[in-house]
């Protein structure tokens, strides 16, 4: 610089000021510089312009920190991307790191602090560590370009174990900003852990492996049916194909030290996969249906998920994973909705049980995103959980404690709340497929667990991780790469659900459950709303009325009531338009089978005489036979029309007709409304509202008839008295001729009496009818007589 500065001739004398002016300008400019690197990091995130400036200038992103723990001898390399956010072109760019000046960080929130810093510090960010730098080429206005620089470990300065915060920075200048300074800066962490001098008692720590996802069987494909099961959609064959996110979630966890949470309703989906089933066409159109396609996948996945947790223990939600917020906010004035719960959990361990051949665990709630209040905490424990995963932003923890305390603490009624630590739950519920996303996560991640190990190295302690209930796969993959991560390093060590469950409670952790005003208003406004536990509770009444007329009541209940428990799944948050489908679709198909046992409609009949029989067919479209039905049959006027047996029993083969006949008896000519109706053996009408009326003509004894029959007796006198005549003439004729004797002869037609008949049986006839059987009475019809 000094050479530099020099002007070529003239006697010192005559450059020492000149020279000494030039010095002043540059120190004050340098200063001027810092200065405004300071004024501009203090400045207001919303304060900035547009375009980048000062330490903004440059966006420098990091997409690999490699080793993630660096080893004493080893080096470690970062490389990412910087980009030129500002208007003109940086140059003498160069890349360096920093380590900030006062030692490993001390607490989670200074952690926190470095993170949503953007702007450079020079007293925070530390110096350039000199000699392991990387130049670039001039960087353009809108410009990339990566970069990959390496430094030793000894360089970095580590002395103590502990967290370090790693800064990668850009230096150059600008047209608009001269003189050298940072442009942009990136921050993440190193743990450092020297195990020589370091004698830290293990963070033991438990990691829940999620396996959910929302409900797939069709109400109308889980139901007493000969076909196979009727899928909503054919999605789960990609997520059990090879890449697809439930296939890379129990590949992941093979070799990883977790406690697997499943729903059971995802196990026994997939377990009908392993079978032919169909999938609903277009809109949940069940009646235009394709065969499904992931046979193959879902054999091969649950082979796998078989071998994967063995030996790992595994919880059983309840079945469909019932929205346990949504039941005690919601569903508790409804009744009858308690009763789901129970019969969730039941069936849950039953279910997983029995795919996968495990002992699992069943005396755990896990509330969405581990938010508690007292009604949760009681519905879980009606539901029989005895251990609930709750989170620590909402079981906050006491300002007294500087540490993280165990996971597990006592909340009152044989409850235990276990607690999972909410910045490492969360670590990965952002977007993990761009890469310094899931890196700088997975380097926070480790970080934090060695934090939460120094904050109080001399006590044993176990925590709990519960992710996201649905991890995509590139968050799974990032979660798989940290649990690995922190498994194999000195200052944890992984243990099942149960060792974190059964620590002793800290005595001065929280046991306070957070009332219910304190429960989250963006978690609530996604639960089931009480209209919604209603349209359940009345698609369960008429559920209970139907079945008293089976003889197979389990051949519907059973899968009636997996529908109801999955409409109460967690999985429809965020899908309130799919879950009122589902609900709706669920009562639908109910009254679907309740109309498939129905009265067949009837023309107008006509009686044509004092008595007959009424026939009246009712068929059943169901699979199986019914019983306890009563038709009854009334007419508008009794008076004019009497049905004798008006109430008789049916039982119906499934698939079959079967019609019964009502003597009745007529008083007057006229027409009469009969009204047919199906009640149930306790006298309550038949819920399909299709009872069927039709007129009845009485035509007793109509004066054409009488006519008719008047006519003929005349014409019978008529003869009679010719015959007289005729045979007294004859009489006088013999008399005064030959007096030959004569014999009566019968020259007229007599007719024989005919029987008029006798009218039919009375109603105790029926007939089945059978398969062929005709629906629609013919036009005409007569009362049978």
């Given at each position: ?37 300071v004024v501009q990091t203090l ?93 670039l080429p001039k960087i353009s ?511 119906i083969d499934g698939g079959h ?129």
């Amino acid at each position: 610089m000094g050479e530099a500065a020099q002007a070529p001739g003239g006697p010192p004398s005559a450059r020492s000021p000149r020279l000494l002016r030039a010095v002043a300008l540059i120190a004050t400019g340098t200063l001027l510089t810092g200065l405004l690197q300071v004024v501009q990091t203090l400045q207001a995130p919303g304060a900035q312009a547009a375009v980048g400036s000062g330490s903004r200038t440059a966006a420098v992103t990091l997409n690999k920190v490699d080793p993630r723990v660096p080893a004493k001898d080893g080096s470690v390399t970062v490389s990412g991307t910087v980009t030129n956010n500002g208007k003109t072109t940086i140059t003498g760019a160069r890349m360096g790191v920093r380590i900030a000046p006062d030692g490993p960080l001390t607490s989670l929130s200074a952690m926190k602090s470095a993170q949503d810093r953007t702007g450079y510090t020079s007293y925070l960010d530390g110096s350039e560590i000199d000699g392991h730098t990387v130049d670039l080429p001039k960087i353009s206005a809108g410009q990339s370009l990566p970069f990959s620089l390496k430094v030793p470990v000894k360089s970095l300065g580590f002395d103590a174990s502990g967290v370090y915060q790693l800064g990668v920075a850009l230096d150059g200048e600008t047209s608009a900003e001269p003189g050298e300074h940072v442009l942009g800066i990136k921050r993440t962490f190193l743990p450092w852990y020297d195990t020589n001098t370091t004698t830290a008692k293990a963070t033991q720590i438990t990691y829940l492996w999620p396996l959910t996802d929302r409900p797939h069987v069709a109400a109308r494909g889980d139901t007493d049916s000969q076909q196979s099961p009727i899928f909503l959609d054919d999605d789960l064959a990609k997520e059990l194909a090879p890449g697809g996110r439930l296939q890379v979630m129990v590949d992941l966890a093979k070799s990883l030290p977790v406690t697997w949470i499943i729903d059971p309703d995802l196990l026994a989906s997939i377990d009908f996969m392993t079978k032919p089933y169909r999938v609903a066409g277009p809109g949940g159109d069940v009646t235009n249906t394709t065969e499904g396609t992931g046979g193959a996948v879902a054999k091969a996945w649950l082979n796998s998920l078989k071998s994967a947790v063995a030996g790992d223990q595994v919880i059983a939600l309840p079945f469909a994973d019932t929205d346990l917020a949504s039941v005690a906010h919601n569903g508790l004035r409804v009744p009858g909705t308690l009763n789901h719960l129970k019969t969730a959990s039941e069936l849950g361990v039953s279910t997983l049980d029995t795919v996968l051949g495990v002992q699992a665990t069943s005396d755990v709630a896990w509330p969405v995103d581990g938010a508690v209040d007292p009604d949760i905490v009681s519905v879980a424990r009606t539901g029989g959980a005895k251990r609930i995963v709750a989170r620590s932003d909402s079981v906050s923890e006491s300002d007294s404690l500087s540490y993280t305390p165990n996971a597990a603490r006592p909340i009152g009624h044989g409850v235990t709340a276990v607690v999972a630590d909410a910045p490492l739950s969360t670590a990965f519920e952002g977007d993990m497929l761009r890469a310094e996303t899931a890196d700088l996560a997975v380097q926070d991640f480790i970080a934090q667990t060695l934090m939460i190990t120094m904050q109080a190295p001399e006590k044993q302690r176990t925590i709990l991780v519960a992710p996201q209930r649905m991890p995509t796969v590139s968050q799974a993959q990032a979660m798989a790469e940290a649990i690995g991560t922190v498994g194999t390093s000195p200052w944890a060590a992984s243990v099942g659900f149960d060792t974190a469950a059964k620590a002793k409670a800290d005595p001065d952790a929280n046991r306070k459950v957070p009332s219910t005003k304190k429960y989250p208003k963006a978690l609530r406004r996604h639960e089931l709303s009480v209209g919604a536990f209603q349209q359940l509770s009345e698609t369960q009444t008429h559920l209970n009325d139907f079945v008293t007329i089976l003889t197979r009541k389990d051949k519907v209940t059973v899968p009636f009531g997996n529908s109801v428990l999955r409409a109460m799944s967690a999985g429809w948050r965020g899908d309130p338009a799919d879950a009122t489908e589902f609900r709706g679709s669920i009562g639908g198909y109910l009254q679907d089978l309740i109309n498939a046992v129905r009265i067949l409609p009837k023309t107008t009949l006509t009686l044509s005489g004092r008595s007959g029989t009424i026939p009246v067919t009712v068929k059943n479209e169901l699979n199986q036979p019914i019983t306890n039905l009563v038709l009854r049959l009334t007419s508008n006027t009794d008076i004019r029309l009497e049905i004798k047996d008006p109430q008789q029993p049916i039982a119906i083969d499934g698939g079959h007709t079967r019609t019964l006949k009502f003597q009745t008896s007529a008083s007057a000519n006229g027409k009469v409304r009969v009204t047919a109706a199906l009640f149930t053996a306790q006298g309550v009408l038949y819920r399909n509202s299709n009872a069927v009326e039709f007129d009845v003509k009485i035509t007793k004894v109509t004066d054409l008839v009488m006519l008719i029959i008047a006519a003929g007796l005349l014409l019978l006198v008529l003869a009679g008295v010719r015959i007289y005549r005729q045979r007294k003439r004859q009489a006088a004729a013999d008399s005064g001729g030959d007096g030959g004797d004569g014999e009566d002869g019968d020259n007229g037609g007599g007719q024989e009496d005919g029987d008029p008949g006798q009218p039919g049986d009375p109603g105790t006839d029926t007939e089945d009818t059978g398969r062929e059987s005709v629906e629609l009475s013919p036009t005409g019809e007569k009362v049978e007589g």
